[in-house]
């Protein structure tokens, strides 16, 4: 019996892969490498002793998928594979709704062809919109504000009426915050193509001297110092937040919610503190207008998590910095082409 990871060889799947092989589950990595390399399969031996079977495939090609399912036992799917860049997805509206929507319902039909009806699914609290109060419970009301978000909404929403036709399915959906940081091994991490969207992966690159200044997005936001305040999260806590929701979907039938924060929000400045400490490099940055479509604050009420999964994130904003700093002084240009 085996695990598909779909998306596996990207940043939260190659780390999810990580754990799940060091409780020897069985792992078979699906992945179209339009955002991650295949390299990563070694560093993911180099960690585990272990190499995940590969198949390198779009969801959009349902034949081409349906060998991982002739050829494999899949048991449970934790499905990662998806475009996820904001503003993109505002630019290419109709290649995220495709992409995004036409490959999980391929996903799912052969999920169900096949009798694999455990799934752990990698949703967003982009899925909240713009918050009335934080911190954020999973009964907040759900609104997106661009075309990726609205695709992790629907997908959602396929899986809850999937759980509706078919009382068999277990499904666990997770809502990330922020995920950041890397392996401690430094050897897997995040690895955005072309100029970051997000804030650590281009504070990171401030500090290793490939960018001259961060610009900081608005300090008139009303938080203590200005700026956004966000519940950044490292990846590896998500990465086992991802085994106990599989766990967790393996017991029990229908389709549940999870937040997965900390629970704690930090600034865009303190943010640059902690970087800059752990780095032992000093980060520039410049204030600048506010991005369109941010909001002041978002952080989790990771209470549900706790008490359903039994998880709660262990590493602190210490931990996140220290970790991306090896990673990024290891990889300045990130994964090696092939
Ligand atoms: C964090 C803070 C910015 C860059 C996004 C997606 C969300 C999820 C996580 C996929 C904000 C500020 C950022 C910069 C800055 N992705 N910032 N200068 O926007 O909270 O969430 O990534 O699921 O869907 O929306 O993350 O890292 O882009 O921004 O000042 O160069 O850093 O204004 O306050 P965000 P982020």
New binding site residues.
């Given amino acids: 019996m085996s695990i598909l990871v779909t998306g596996g060889c990207g940043f939260i799947g190659s780390h999810t892969v990580v754990e799940l092989l060091s409780i020897g589950e069985d792992i078979v990595i699906l992945d179209n490498l339009s955002n991650s390399k295949e390299c990563v399969l070694d560093r993911i031996e180099t960690i585990t002793g272990k190499r995940p079977k590969f198949y390198k495939a779009d969801l959009l090609d349902i034949d081409e998928c349906e060998k991982v399912f002739k050829e494999n036992d899949i048991e449970s799917v934790i499905h990662f594979a998806g475009f996820?860049a904001?503003g993109e997805s505002v630019a290419k509206p109709m290649m995220y709704y495709h992409n995004n929507i036409t490959g999980t319902l391929n996903l799912c039909a052969l999920m169900s062809k096949y009798g694999a009806k455990t799934i752990v699914f990698s949703s967003?609290a982009?899925v909240y919109g713009m918050p009335k109060s934080v911190p954020i419970s999973e009964d907040f009301p759900l609104s997106t504000t661009n075309p990726?978000?609205e695709t992790k909404l629907m997908i959602e929403r396929i899986l809850s009426d999937i759980c509706v036709s078919d009382k068999e399915y277990g499904v666990s959906v997770l809502r990330?915050f922020?995920p950041i940081g890397a392996h401690e091994s430094g050897l897997i991490g995040e690895d955005p193509k072309g100029i970051p969207?997000?804030?650590?992966p281009?504070v990171s690159r401030v500090a290793a001297g490939i960018y001259e200044h961060?610009?900081?997005?608005?300090d008139d936001y009303d938080t203590p110092d200005g700026?956004?305040v966000?519940d950044y999260i490292h990846v590896v806590d998500l990465a086992k937040a991802h085994l106990c929701a599989l766990d967790y979907a393996r017991k029990n039938k229908g389709i549940d919610y999870f937040n997965v924060g900390t629970g704690n929000g930090y600034s865009?400045l303190e943010i640059v503190k902690a970087y800059e400490e752990a780095s032992g490099k000093p980060v520039k940055y410049k204030i600048s207008p506010r991005?369109p479509g941010?909001i002041a604050e978002?952080y989790a009420n990771p209470e549900k998590a706790y008490k359903l999964l039994g998880w709660k994130a262990e590493k602190g904003i210490e931990d996140m910095c220290r970790d991306l700093a090896r990673w990024q002084e290891g990889n300045p240009e990130g994964y090696p082409d092939n």
């Fill in positions: 996820k904001v967003s982009t990726y978000g990330y922020n969207n997000n804030l650590l281009y961060l610009s900081v997005f608005g700026t956004g966000r865009v991005r941010d978002c």
